[in-house]
């Protein structure tokens, strides 16, 4: 790598160190070193999941939280044994949150825009056969449609995740998706700050929540926060004013968006900067994203190689759940584990964390850099922006794309000498993966799916560049694959 700091890198350093005086301290002095006898932060013997606690309520919160944004569902052509749960595999997700409440986790995270709308139920019926002492329940007010911006539907969306949730009181209620942008009834495109006064101030959706929150129906009051900083810095400054109190926030946080974040997409914010400001507030961090929707899990072979060279025997994962549990602050982890497998590894990284040390956050930034010259579509395969109306798969297309990016079979130039093996690489995977009907050529640019896109990217357009990527590759001379 070349040693000069250029002046994007000058510029970076130097803004994450004013704006987030303590981050990269913080995350330091809260790790050990690697060579260390594992231990937790809280003294836990080796087996056990580390655990943080609330500083508000003093409550003793799993690092890894569990994510029912992924629920595994049903073989297809299954049918449903219980209509209330549509196709989710219940009796799967009864038997995984078993499996995280009897090895730690109690941190569970919903919302009623997941799964189709049946999270907030499916979680439900899953913790309620078990003491509600014994767990936490994290859900949104998700009221996202200018139809649930009435203070009476956006009551109205409060209660009924209570019935759904089997429960009288919320642990840790967050106002869902805060800097998103928003449409309204009419189509006029909102701003962010735009978006949150007509979902939580005009209606007095917030004072509302407060008052809930004073009467025991809500035990924690926060935001989870995507997009526009602005609404970040006047959130927190309203904290600092003592106008409203924040019990906590959720934030994206890895290693790629530590100070990739804003360089990716100008619309997001660095980690380094969120968590920062939330730490020199003492506001509680919940951490989402820790694998990017699984990207840091799935990065390109020779990434992958020096990960698995720096620690034999421990997945590629592991790195980004090590780094996103280890800064001082963070009360605990989301990761959304659709399958048995996952949730054993994740418990085990997290029994107890080992954190990062100075020499592997150091070793994490130069992985970033690689991974970001990439240049791949930030898609974290979160499913807002679908369904599609003209029917296109579109996390499916941005999947196949970073993958051919990854692993090479992206070419830009019918000069380069692995031109025709990247096309056809490229050209069978794409129909294998997504039905010609559902491809990026059938977008025709309406632009309904990107309001809904946390990670902000501009859709169509992202769309619009790959078909006619495609299209080049179709028009090739080599017409064999």
Known sequence: ?????????????????????????????????????????????????????????????????????????????????????????????????????????????????????????????????????????????????????????????????????????????????????????????LTGWEAFEARYISNGILDWLVEQKAAGRIRNLGFSYHGDVSVFDRLLAWHDEGRYHWDFAQIELNYLDWFYANEINPRNTDAAYLYGELKRRGIPAVIMEPLLGGRLARVADDIAAE???????????????????????????LSGMTYMEHLRENVATYSPLRPIDADEHEFLMHIAEEIYGMKTVPCNECQYCMPCPYGLDIPAIFVHYNKCIREGYVKQSDLDPAWSRARRAFLIGYDRAVPRLRQADHCIGCGQCAPHCPQQIDIPSELHHIDQYVEQLRRSSDSRY
């Not at 209660?159 to 919320?170: M, N, P, R």
């Open 1 to 189: 790598m070349d040693k000069t700091l250029s002046r994007r890198n000058f510029i970076k350093y130097m803004a994450a160190g004013m704006a987030a005086t303590a981050s990269s301290s913080a995350l330091l002095t809260a790790c050990r070193a690697k060579d260390r006898a594992p231990a937790t932060a809280d003294g836990s013997d080796a087996g056990t999941m580390t655990m943080r606690v609330n500083p508000n309520t003093g409550d003793s919160v799993s690092l890894l939280g569990y994510g029912m944004m992924r629920l595994p569902m049903l073989p297809e052509g299954t049918q449903p044994t219980d209509a209330a749960t549509g196709p989710f595999d219940q009796d799967m997700v009864n038997r995984q949150v078993d499996y995280a409440l009897e090895h730690g986790v109690n941190y569970f995270d919903t919302s009623p825009a997941y799964c189709r709308g049946l999270s907030e139920r499916c979680t439900g019926i899953a913790l309620s056969r078990h003491p509600r002492s014994s767990y936490y329940i994290a859900t949104k007010l998700s009221n996202f449609a200018p139809q649930t911006w009435t203070a009476e539907a956006s009551r109205e969306m409060f209660e009924h995740s209570l019935k759904e949730l089997q429960t009288d009181y919320v642990d840790y209620l967050l106002m869902h998706g805060t800097g998103m942008g928003a449409h309204d009834a009419s189509g006029k495109q």
């Open 307 to 333: 990960l698995l060279q720096r620690a034999p025997g421990q997945s590629v994962a592991h790195w980004a759940f090590r780094f996103a549990g280890s800064p001082e602050g963070v009360l605990t982890v």
